[in-house]
C-alpha cells in the first residue's frame, strides 16, 4: 500500500537556526508529493509541491524541499527558522481521487 | 477573492442531535471533499465529490452524510449515529480534470470545530 511516513513527531528549534523536517514515501513510481502547514485552528495551506519536474522546490515563506528517488524522500528545510513558522507540517502524496496524508509534525521555534 | 467558506467556525451539540457543517467554494472546482482531523491521527478522509450529484465514501462515512446538489456546495451532515462526533472538520476542493487530476493540489477551508457536549 502507498503510504507517507514522517520521521519526527515534534521538531524543535531555535528562532534563527535551520529547519529539517523528514518525509519518506513508499513507492515503485514517482509520485505527487505536497507539504502543507497548519496553524492551530485554521485550514492547511501549501507550502510547496513536487510534480516530477525539478527535483529541488521552492516554496513559499522560504522554504524548500528537495525530492530524493533513490531515499524515497521529500525532506523539508528552512535556513533560518522564524517564530512564525510554528505550527504543524503534513507531507502529502496524491494518487488519483485521494490523498495520502502523513501524520504530521509539529515545528516549535524558540525564541 | 477566491477561496473555500466554511461555517460555522464552532458548533457544539448535544448527543442525539444530527448537525449540517456548510462548505461552500468560488474556484469553480469540480472536486471536493470533506477531511476528519483528530490530535496525533492526521486528516481522515470523510466523503468526496469529484462531480455534481455524485459523491464516494471514504475511509471513515460512517455517521455522516453529504449531498452535491451545486458545484460550490459541498455540505456534511454529521448524524447521531456517529459514535464520537467531537472533531475539526476540513473541507477543500481541487481541480479534478487533466494533469491536476493527479498532480494538482487540495485547496483547504479554514475548518469547522464540532463539540459534543
Known amino acids: 500500500a502507498q503510504s507517507v511516513t514522517q520521521l519526527d513527531s515534534h521538531v524543535s528549534v531555535s528562532e534563527g537556526t535551520p529547519v529539517l523536517l523528514r518525509c519518506n514515501y513508499s513507492s515503485s513510481y514517482s509520485p505527487s508529493l505536497f507539504w502543507y502547514v497548519q496553524h492551530p485552528n485554521k485550514g492547511l495551506q501549501l507550502l510547496l509541491k513536487y510534480t516530477s519536474a525539478a527535483t529541488l522546490v521552492k516554496g513559499i515563506n522560504g522554504f524548500e524541499a528537495e525530492f530524493k528517488k533513490s531515499e524515497t524522500s521529500f525532506h523539508l528545510t528552512k535556513p533560518s527558522a522564524h517564530m512564525s513558522d510554528a505550527a504543524e507540517y503534513f507531507c502529502v502524496r496524491r494518487t488519483t481521487g485521494k490523498l495520502i496524508f502523513g501524520q504530521g509534525t509539529t515545528l516549535q521555534v524558540k525564541p | 477573492d477566491g477561496g473555500i467558506t466554511q461555517s460555522p467556525k464552532y458548533l457544539f451539540r448535544k448527543e442525539g442531535q444530527n448537525v449540517t457543517l456548510s462548505c461552500e467554494q468560488n474556484l469553480n472546482h469540480d472536486a471536493m471533499y470533506w477531511y476528519r482531523q483528530d490530535p496525533g491521527q492526521g486528516l481522515r478522509l470523510i466523503y468526496y465529490?469529484?462531480?455534481?450529484?455524485?459523491?464516494q465514501k471514504g475511509d471513515i462515512a460512517e455517521g455522516y452524510s453529504v449531498s452535491r446538489e451545486k458545484k460550490e456546495s459541498f455540505p456534511l451532515t454529521v448524524t447521531s449515529a456517529q459514535k464520537n462526533p467531537t472533531a475539526f472538520y476540513l473541507c477543500?476542493?481541487?481541480?479534478?480534470?487533466?494533469?491536476?487530476?493527479?498532480?494538482?493540489?487540495?485547496?483547504f477551508g479554514e475548518g469547522s470545530r464540532l463539540t459534543v457536549l
Open positions: 477543500a476542493s481541487s481541480i479534478s480534470s487533466g494533469r491536476a487530476k493527479v498532480y494538482g493540489e487540495l485547496f
Open positions: 465529490s469529484q462531480i455534481v450529484n455524485d459523491f
